[in-house]
């Protein structure tokens, strides 16, 4: 019992070591960067679920035409948002990343 309430207890420090290293150990970013990895999460969730619902086509299951429109229209949003936000980013690192996600974003459409 004590045992697995220790593997928990690390499990769950280990989860928010690397939320805090991932989002910059502490740093001091600005609202700029913490947009931009909002928008990079939810351009991963919107690509994962896409994925699916096209599986699930594939599959046969019930009409999802709706999920898929939603999740086309929800790629277009962050989209817009990281064309107006490349604009107000002042780090190169920051302007990197932008850019990735830009790529990520025209590659994960070429390949629809």
Do not use: H
């Not at 928010?16 to 913490?34: C, K």
């Not at 994925?51 to 999802?64: L, M, T, V």
């Amino acid at each position: 019992m004590k045992k697995g309430i220790v593997v928990i207890v690390v499990v769950v420090l280990a989860i928010l070591a690397y939320n805090y290293i991932s989002r910059g150990g502490g740093a001091n970013i600005s609202p700029d960067e913490e947009k931009l990895a909002q928008l990079t999460d939810d351009f991963s969730r919107v690509r994962a679920e896409l994925r699916q619902a096209n599986s699930g086509a594939a599959y046969g299951d019930a009409d999802i035409s709706n999920e898929i429109n939603d999740a086309y229209r929800e790629i277009d949003r962050i989209e817009s948002s990281l064309k107006r936000l490349k604009g107000r980013l002042t780090s190169e690192s920051a302007k990197a990343k932008a850019e990735k996600l830009q790529q990520d974003i025209e590659a994960f459409r070429n390949s629809l």
